[in-house]
């Protein structure tokens, strides 16, 4: 053991061979040496545990590329990109949704250059960064008045904290969702201040559930769009039109919290009918918030429409500035709702809905392209074939909803790494890849997978064939 510590080189040994590489001699100096110290700490630590016990491992060509390799991952950014081979569209974990080329411009613009932000160009004076969105949200939904905060969520909080802080609201015993990263209808209402009223039964709530809640301290009517659940059987839910008509008979306003939020009816694309933000609005809701970035296609935000003076109650409340938006959203935000004055172009150009409304023809040949090319390149290692499937909206939107699409299945021949080892592998490629496994195969799903992403599938399933490491 003593023999093999001595065969390691010193850390400035090691800095003077990493120095002729450029990406890595290009790194700051304190980072590259912490990361040779850790490198090298591990060595001992392999020697000590016996996992190093032969001198033609600690060969210096051998620790050399070894070392080499683990700078470079430690030198990487931690947020980076990743293949998304899974098929969920929205894909909570990997980012959710991913902005159309315009939208894009417009934030890279807002970062590099001074804007009108807060500033009217009709006076010259300050201006109200909220301005930008809020004629073309009215345009598009028909609202009297528009506010963007920095998420659904903080849009949920404000508006309940504005309109019924310290007095109750009424909601659904059916309608408390939980979405992913634990935000609670009945959680976020107790941060807001506001008392929660449930009413109905977990499967059934009537009309007069609701009517026979109110007292002199209801503030508001809530409905909570299920969006990630749903509640099949012998149920029963009041629509929003019967909700409104009870508010009106009581003077209370109501609020419906869609989640996702479409502005598309999808029922003509192969997709179930779920309420927009134009038809929550007709049916007469007081104010409606949705995210900006689930099914709608855009950046993280938080929008709310509906009455004027809701609206600017909700704006001058304090904790706005706490919500507020920032420049970058707002700018990506604009532009992707601009997409939305022509429906098809927006059909067309957020990625998202391209995903969602892909026809199954397209994927077919696609993951027809992609399995050609993955014949080459996997040759005697895997089984390609291209197999029907399905893909998810996710985000919360479209639960148990399948979309047909054709899969590229990867099944392992003899000696080739299992699914498992294979989806490990994967993660550390560059950049990793995520897919899905099923009845022990690899599967690829062409959905989520951009044209020009094709080829990268081939390169990091090579990464991960040939690492030396392993
Ligand atoms: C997703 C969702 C939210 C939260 O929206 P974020 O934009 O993720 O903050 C709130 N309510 C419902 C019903 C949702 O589906």
Excluded at 44 to 52: P, Q
Excluded at 107 to 131: M, V
Excluded at 452 to 470: C, F, I, N, S, T
């Amino acid at each position: 053991m003593q023999q093999l510590f001595r065969l390691l080189p010193s850390v400035d040994a090691v800095l003077a061979d990493l120095a002729a590489d450029a990406g890595l001699a290009a790194l700051p100096r304190a980072l590259l040496r912490d990361a040779v110290n850790d490198f090298l700490n591990g060595l001992r630590a392999d020697i000590k545990a016996g996992r190093v016990t032969d001198a033609a491992q600690l060969a210096p060509q051998l620790v050399g590329a070894q070392c080499a390799r683990f700078v470079r991952a430690a030198a990487r950014p931690h947020f980076r990109r990743v293949v998304n081979a899974t098929g969920v569209v929205v894909h909570t974990n990997l980012g959710r949704s991913l902005l159309a080329p315009c939208a894009i411009a417009a934030a890279a613009e807002a970062c590099a250059r001074y804007s009108n932000l807060e500033f009217d160009l009709a006076t010259g004076e300050r201006g109200s960064r909220y301005s930008h969105v809020v004629d073309i949200l009215r345009r598009l939904t028909g609202a009297e008045a528009a506010l963007v905060v920095n998420n659904n969520a903080a849009a949920v909080l404000i508006t309940l904290e504005t309109l019924a802080k310290g007095r109750e609201v009424v909601v659904s015993r059916g309608q408390l969702v939980e979405i992913g990263g634990s935000f609670r209808i009945p959680e976020v209402m107790a941060k807001s201040g506001a008392i929660l009223r449930e009413v109905g039964a977990t499967n059934r709530t009537h009309p007069r559930d609701y009517a026979n809640a109110v007292n002199e301290n209801t503030a508001l009517l809530l409905k909570v769009h299920t969006s990630n659940y749903r509640i099949v059987g012998f149920t029963k839910e009041v629509s929003l039109a019967e909700l409104v008509a009870i508010g009106r008979d009581r003077g209370l306003p109501v609020m419906e919290d869609l989640g996702s939020g479409n502005l598309t009816d999808f029922a003509g694309l192969g997709l179930p009918g779920e309420p927009t933000v134009q038809r929550a609005l007709a049916d007469g809701a007081d104010v409606v918030t949705f995210s900006g970035d689930k099914v709608l296609g855009g950046p993280q935000a938080g929008v709310i429409v509906g009455k004027a003076a809701i609206i600017e109650a909700i704006r001058k409340n304090p904790l706005n500035r706490a919500v507020r938006i920032d420049k970058m959203t707002l700018a990506a935000l604009e532009a992707t709702l601009r997409l939305y004055l022509d429906p098809e172009r927006a059909r067309r150009e957020v990625p998202t809905l391209a995903m969602m409304t892909a026809p199954p023809g397209a994927l077919a040949k696609k993951a027809r392209r992609l399995a050609a090319i993955l014949k080459k390149s996997l040759a005697g290692r895997y089984a390609v074939a291209a197999v029907p499937g399905a893909s998810r909206v996710g985000g919360g939107a479209f639960p148990e909803h399948d979309l047909p699409t054709t899969l590229v299945a990867l099944t392992p021949l003899q000696g080739a790494p299992s699914p498992d080892a294979l989806r490990e592998r994967l993660l550390a490629t560059d950049p990793p890849l995520v897919g899905r496994i099923e009845d022990a195969a690899f599967l690829l799903d062409p959905r989520t997978l951009a044209d020009d992403e094709l080829g990268l599938v081939a390169a990091v399933l090579g990464q991960a064939m040939d690492d030396p490491a392993r």
